[in-house]
Antibody, heavy 122, light 108 residues
Framework: EEQLVESGGGLVQPGGSLRLSCEGS????????MNWVRQAPGKGLEWVSY????????YYADSVKGRFTISRDNAKNSLYLQMNSLRAEDTAVYYC???????????????WGQGILVTVSS | EIVMTQSPAALSVSPGERVTLSCRAS??????LAWYQQKPGQAPRLLIY???TRASGIPGRFSGSGSGTEFTLTISSLQSEDFAVYYC??????????FGQGTKLEIK
């Protein structure tokens, strides 16, 4: 069974840091582009960051650019999100999501993890 | 940024009824649209891509249509497990993929 499992969430103070992890199984992780998508409490979905299969390209939403860093370790089938200078508005459930890509473009998210809650509060 | 607008925000429907949800893009996105279903406490699940192609394992009662700026998701006969929030997502601007704000389907 194809699966993504996030970990590393929790409560952090404003200005603090947190590192999320996502482990993939049941598929060849290194062949896929990956993303982080978040959902603030009671709100909709917001794409956060993308990384190509070999980590040669990384993109970020303006709301997190300069504060968050996406990375991956294909030997460990793992995706990461290093979150620094956290703000209250970063409070959300963070999902890792596998990309479906074709002809050098990525399209939709065809596999999602169960999500992990990050709460930024003093 | 391509803004996606869904309507209505919420809809009360009885099981067995047919329902149509709408999604509008702020500019033409051709057929570069996906629909997701999200149940409480769960991750989103891909339903439709390419505006009208059902993802693997999605029942035939779900159908999508539209192109350009206007799109619809139709559920032909609502089952109890279909009550959820539905999101549309564009991927024309794939470096900044955006979602609609969601439509919540509630049991009448």
């Amino acid at each position: 069974e194809e699966q993504l499992v996030e970990s590393g969430g929790g409560l952090v103070q404003p200005g603090g840091s947190l590192r999320l992890s996502c482990e993939g199984s049941g598929f060849t992780f290194r062949n896929y582009e990956m993303n982080w998508v978040r959902q603030a409490p009671g709100k909709g979905l917001e794409w956060v960051s993308y990384i190509s299969s070999r980590a040669s390209n990384r993109y970020y939403a303006d709301s997190v650019k300069g504060r968050f860093t996406i990375s991956r370790d294909n030997a460990k089938n793992s995706l990461y999100l290093q979150m620094n200078s956290l703000r209250a508005e970063d409070t959300a459930v963070y999902y890792c999501a596998r990309d479906f890509c074709r002809n050098a473009r990525c399209l939709y998210f065809d596999l999602w993890g169960q999500g992990i809650l990050v709460t930024v509060s003093s | 940024e391509i803004v996606m607008t869904q309507s209505p925000a919420a809809l009360s429907v009885s099981p067995g009824e047919r329902v149509t949800l709408s999604c509008r893009a702020s500019q033409s996105i051709s057929s570069n649209l996906a629909w997701y279903q999200q149940k409480p406490g769960q991750a989103p699940r891909l339903l439709i891509y390419g505006a009208s192609t059902r993802a693997s394992g999605i029942p035939g009662r779900f159908s999508g249509s539209g192109s350009g700026t206007e799109f619809t998701l139709t559920i032909s006969s609502l089952q109890s497990e279909d009550f959820a929030v539905y999101y549309c997502q564009q991927y024309t601007d794939w470096l900044l993929r955006t979602f609609g704000q969601g439509t919540k389907l509630e049991i009448k």
